[in-house]
């Protein structure tokens, strides 16, 4: 039986200026979204809170398509957090307890640039939980999540896959250029030498926490142009439908800003 992970086609891609074109139509979008749902369009209306959080390879492309989802909003709307290792204090409490301040209240915003997903990747590949344990985490994060959604959250996921050979590539790229030396770390090359406990314990992921409350959305981004353009168009098109889902009439699209 063949799983979603398996099924990710990386060899999709997209030319440079039609990506360029599809990204600043889709911000557009974005930012029209973006005002309604913060209460700035219709002053009566304040929809639920986005929550938008990215997962995947490192080099992936995370960085890149963040910027560009966050690039036209104003930065009084959106909140990016990074999440890293839990600090001392985090790891007394329950896994899930650190990112309660973060998650955005009604029409609020917020990008997280990994999440609670670490729990089921980087605590299970590493041995700081074992397998038993990763397997009762997940049911948790789909409680977690469903609790959110039935309380004013849309939840949108997404993983962004890489092929061995393609971060090896932009691993050297970032090796060779003195601006992006920072975003090689020896954990990156370290946990290169795991990608199949990584691939396993993604499997079990997307398998476990593939909801239809919070779906994933498994982007391939060998080609970062395309990668990005679907990010956009896909976050675009979750958001609406979570809106509308909700009863909200959400205004229609500029023409041209946005190229389905």
Known sequence: MTNRVDEIDLSLSMDKAKSADRVAAAQHRLTQLRLFTAGLLQPDVVAPGLLVLFEGFDAAGKGGAIRRLTASIDPRHVRVVPIGPPTAEELRHFFLWRFQPTIPGAGGMTVYDRSWY???????????????????????????????????VTIVKFWLHISNEEQLKRFKDREGDPLKQWKLTPDDWRNREKRAAYLNALEDMVEMTDQSHADWDLIPADSKHYARVAILETLIDRWVHDLERRGLTVPKSRAGDYLS
């Not at 990763?134 to 309380?151: C, H, M, P, T, Y």
């Open 118 to 152: 670490g729990r089921l990747l980087v605590e299970r590949v590493e041995g700081l939980i074992d397998k038993a344990t990763a397997k009762r985490s997940g049911q948790e994060i789909v409680e977690f999540e469903r609790l959110l959604v039935d309380n004013n």
